[in-house]
T-cell receptor, first 113, second 110 residues
Framework: NAGVTQTPKFQVLKTGQSMTLQCAQDMNHEYMSWYRQDPGMGLRLIHYSVGAGITDQGEVPNGYNVSRSTTEDFPLRLLSAAPSQTSVYFC????????????FGPGTRLTVL | LAKTTQPISMDSYEGQEVNITCSHNNIATNDYITWYQQFPSQGPRFIIQGYKTKVTNEVASLFIPADRKSSTLSLPRVSLSDTAVYYCLVSGAGSYQLTFGKGTKLSVIP
C-alpha cells in the first residue's frame, strides 16, 4: 500500500493562476479531507468528503473547490491563487468505523507570488 | 468542537520520560481524545486515542482522569527522534472533522 499520495511536492504560482493539487489513497477509505498548515500553526480543514460524489466545506473553504468522482481521488483546485494561499497542504483519509485514525499524505508546499 | 489547551513547547533530555498535558474543559460525553505527532515537512501521524482511564500502545500511554477535563500523553524514554510537534485533539465518535491547535513542540536534547 502506498497510503496517501500527493502531487506535486512543491509548486510556485503567480497571483491569479489556477492549479489542482492531487491526492490519492489506495486504502479504500470513504472519508477524505484537505487541510492547510501555515507556519507555526496547526492544521485547518478546507474541504472534506464522506464518499464518492459527496463533499462539504470545512473551516476555511473560500478560494478552493473539490470534487470526488472516485473513492481513490480527491483533488483540490485553487481557482485564482492569492498570496494568502501560500501554505503547506495536507490530504488525509480514514476508513469508517474503528478509531477514526486519519492517515496524512506528505504534503504540498505551495508558494503564491 | 471542544477547545484544547497544551503547552507551546517542552524540552527533555534523552532517556527521560516526557508527559504532555492537554486541557479540554468542555469535552462532551461522546468525545474521544486523540494525539498526533508531526515531524518537520511531514503530515501528522496518529499516536494514540482514548476515552477514559488509561490506554497504552507500543509508542505511548494516555492517561485520562475521571472528569475527562484533561489528558496526559506519556512518552517513555524519549530519544532524539521523538523531537516533533504533538497535537491533542478532541472529537466526537464517528466525527472526522479534526480541529488542530498549535500543538506542543517537544525538543529532545542529547
Amino acid at each position: 500500500n502506498a497510503g496517501v499520495t500527493q502531487t506535486p511536492k512543491f509548486q510556485v504560482l503567480k497571483t491569479g493562476q489556477s492549479m489542482t493539487l492531487q491526492c490519492a489513497q489506495d486504502m479504500n477509505h470513504e472519508y477524505m479531507s484537505w487541510y492547510r498548515q501555515d507556519p507555526g500553526m496547526g492544521l485547518r480543514l478546507i474541504h472534506y468528503s464522506v464518499g464518492a460524489g459527496i463533499t462539504d466545506q470545512g473551516e476555511v473553504p473560500n478560494g478552493y473547490n473539490v470534487s470526488r468522482s472516485t473513492t481513490e481521488d480527491f483533488p483540490l483546485r485553487l481557482l485564482s491563487a492569492a498570496p494568502s494561499q501560500t501554505s503547506v497542504y495536507f490530504c488525509a483519509s480514514t476508513g469508517t468505523g474503528g478509531d477514526g485514525e486519519q492517515f496524512f499524505g506528505p504534503g504540498t508546499r505551495l508558494t503564491v507570488l | 468542537l471542544a477547545k484544547t489547551t497544551q503547552p507551546i513547547s517542552m524540552d527533555s533530555y534523552e532517556g527521560q520520560e516526557v508527559n504532555i498535558t492537554c486541557s479540554h474543559n468542555n469535552i462532551a460525553t461522546n468525545d474521544y481524545i486523540t494525539w498526533y505527532q508531526q515531524f518537520p515537512s511531514q503530515g501528522p501521524r496518529f499516536i494514540i486515542q482514548g476515552y477514559k482511564t488509561k490506554v497504552t500502545n507500543e509508542v505511548a500511554s494516555l492517561f485520562i482522569p475521571a472528569d475527562r477535563k484533561s489528558s496526559t500523553l506519556s512518552l517513555p524514554r524519549v530519544s532524539l527522534s521523538d523531537t516533533a510537534v504533538y497535537y491533542c485533539l478532541v472529537s466526537g465518535a464517528g466525527s472526522y472533522q479534526l480541529t488542530f491547535g498549535k500543538g506542543t513542540k517537544l525538543s529532545v536534547i542529547p
